[in-house]
């Protein structure tokens, strides 16, 4: 048979992680003049006075004790004590008060203040609702006075809910870890193109929504994530959805890495793939391409067809240069080259030689899978507005808008690639590839449900109209302004210095933005 342990109370008040609140519920007696008071325990002949656990109490205050709330008959005594131990406030009764009454006071007190009432308007709108239910003369006439805050003059401010919450960081041991996967995923792709390949503005020129988004904005999408996340009060309810979040992210990321159309990087710089028993219209196409892009005979040897990254990437510069000069080629062999390309750069062809995968690829992996799973967050942050939950409400919407709106910065790099890489490569000329459609959708879905929320909190509407114009922007200059996207990040940049002005950029208009919008 087992039995449970009743807690000692002085051990709880010296608890080492502190109390905002003490509760006590029962009976209770002060002096006719007030100056103290005493508590039963478990009987009548069982009294506690303050000065019996006086040390526990003063060691519960410096730890960050609040506020006491004696839902007891007669506690004025009990109230002056504590004050005198420099308490900042207590809630007592001041005469003999029913059970009923008392239940029905801390229900109500504990909905409102929950609600970040200040503690006089939350007593106040108590006392009301007690007044419409007791105060009858069959009832408990004037008993909705009978609950009363003492407040310590040298406490400087009365509690608030939210004031006795601090914004909960996660442990260091969290925290480190988190860190230095943001870390990997702000820069750590830029960094193992440079140094595996040296050709980093090559390939941040073909492929800017993944190499230079992550640390022009999506670092500070990260960050916003993880202090909204921070806001919560209680954490531990999210671990289920960002399981399933974590579930979602690692499918997508599986799908994206066994996908056609790989990107020239995912390959180390001497790979090469041979294809035993090649398809007859791949062979004929190849035939069909022009010196000027493709040596055929680099291709085509014997009954086989050789795949070589070096030559991959020669045919996509000679092509491209064809373009940008406005030569001639037949569309013939430009379809030509396009059917090469896709079958060279498919996950087939390279498959059975993953030695060729280069290291690169596993960060773009981290990069894709980190953005996939952030956006996925914003699924699991929205919903959650209940101001009770939140510690600070306006911060935390701060945070989603600055997240959502660093996603905007990627819609644009997104397009570039698009309509402009995965033409020269591919041939392809839709705008929108895959699920392209349905994330620029839950991007602006979401941007625009928290400016409503915002401006129904605090009508920022000055605040929703700059966030509207920077959306109209954004998108604007990544549907119809593809050169300029060019000039600045893309194949005709000259200047690629011109990139490390965008994150110092972009710190600095977050660092105006809270400055201005969250500290209100």
Request: net charge negative; with cysteine.
């Amino acid at each position: 048979m087992s039995s449970l342990e009743q807690k000692i109370y002085d051990d709880e008040l010296r608890e080492g992680r502190g109390w905002h609140i003490f509760f006590f519920a029962g009976h209770s007696e002060s002096r006719k003049d007030g100056t103290i008071g005493s508590i039963v325990i478990n009987n009548e002949d069982d009294c506690l006075t303050i000065d019996e656990f006086k040390q526990e109490l003063s060691t519960a205050i410096e730890k960050g004790l609040q506020l006491a709330i004696f839902n007891s008959c007669d506690g004025l005594g009990l109230a002056n004590q504590l004050a005198k131990l420099h308490l900042p406030s207590s809630i007592v009764m001041k005469e003999v008060i029913s059970d009923e009454i008392a239940c029905d006071f801390l229900t109500h007190f504990l909905d409102t203040f929950s609600h970040n009432t200040s503690l006089f308007a939350a007593v106040h709108q108590v006392r009301k609702e007690l007044e419409k239910k007791w105060d009858l003369p069959e009832q408990y006439p004037g008993a909705h006075w009978l609950p009363v805050i003492v407040h310590n003059p040298g406490a400087p401010n009365l509690p608030t809910w939210k004031g006795l919450i601090s914004e909960y960081q996660l442990p260091l041991k969290y925290r480190l870890p988190i860190l230095i996967v943001a870390i990997l995923g702000a820069i750590g792709l830029s960094l193992s193109i440079h140094l595996e390949f040296n050709q980093f503005k090559f390939y941040a020129q073909l492929y800017p929504h993944m190499i230079l988004f992550p640390w022009f904005s999506f670092w500070i999408a990260m960050w916003g994530v993880y202090q909204a996340f921070c806001q919560f009060i209680n954490k531990k309810k999210f671990w289920l959805p960002v399981a399933v979040v974590l579930f979602i992210s690692i499918l997508t990321l599986s799908i994206e890495v066994t996908s056609d159309n790989m990107m020239l990087f995912e390959l180390t710089e001497n790979a090469v793939a041979t294809v035993d028993k090649p398809p007859l219209e791949i062979i004929d196409k190849i035939e069909k391409i022009p010196g000027t892009i493709v040596d055929k005979h680099e291709f085509i040897q014997s009954d086989k067809i050789v795949i070589k990254k070096i030559k991959i990437k020669k045919a996509i510069t000679n092509f491209i240069n064809i373009k940008e000069e406005n030569k001639e080629i037949s569309e013939e062999a430009e379809n030509s080259y396009y059917e090469l390309m896709k079958f060279s750069l498919s996950y087939n062809v390279w498959k059975g030689n993953k030695d060729y995968f280069s290291f690169s690829r596993w960060f773009y992996g981290l990069t894709f899978w980190m953005i996939i799973f952030n956006v996925l967050m914003l699924f699991v942050l929205w919903p959650n507005l209940d101001s009770r939950q939140i510690v600070n409400q306006l911060k935390y919407l701060g945070y989603l808008i600055t997240t959502e709106v660093s996603f905007l910065s990627w819609i644009p790099l997104r397009l570039y690639y698009t309509q402009k890489t995965k033409y020269f490569i591919f041939g392809s000329t839709s705008p929108l590839e895959g699920l392209d459609f349905l994330v620029y959708l839950i991007i602006f879905f979401l941007l625009t449900m928290t400016l409503i929320k915002i401006c129904q909190l605090e009508q920022r509407y000055k605040l929703a109209v700059l966030v509207t114009i920077v959306a109209a922007i954004v998108l604007y200059i990544g549907t119809f302004q593809t050169d300029l996207i060019d000039r600045f990040v893309g194949l005709n940049t000259s200047d690629p210095r011109i990139w490390f002005i965008c994150p110092l950029l972009n710190g600095l208009c977050l660092y105006i933005f809270l400055s201005n919008e969250t500290d209100r």
